[in-house]
Nanobody
């Protein structure tokens, strides 16, 4: 069965850190470009980070640049999103998604090109 499963969310104080995991089953994650998205209550979904399947291209939203880091562990078929210096506005449900295409080898693809999506993990930043 093909699926992505996120974990690692929780409640954290402002300035704290979390590491989100995105574990794949049924396919090899390092062949896919990965996107991390979040959706806050009452707001549209936004992409916060992405990486090409070749890992040569990474991109971060301005709102998280310098604070979030995407990485892979191919042996575990897992992608991570390290969240540091968290702010209350980082609160939301975080999703990972995977895309495979020629374009996805060397760039971040459009949101609608992601094939597989996880169920999301809640991140709440509050004192």
């Amino acid at each position: 069965q093909v699926q992505l499963v996120e974990s690692g969310g929780g409640l954290v104080q402002p300035g704290g850190s979390l590491r989100l995991s995105c574990a794949a089953s049924g396919f090899t994650l390092n062949e896919y470009a990965i996107g991390w998205f979040r959706q806050a209550p009452g707001k549209e979904r936004e992409r916060v980070a992405c990486v090409s399947s070749s890992d040569v291209y990474m991109r971060y939203a301005d709102s998280v640049k310098g604070r979030f880091t995407i990485s892979r562990d191919n042996a575990k078929n897992t992608v991570y999103l390290q969240l540091d210096s968290l702010k209350p506005e980082d609160t939301g449900v975080y999703y990972c998604a995977a895309a495979i295409s020629v374009a996805a080898q060397n760039t971040c693809v459009m949101d609608d090109e992601y094939t597989y999506w996880g169920q999301g993990t809640q991140v709440t930043v509050s004192s």
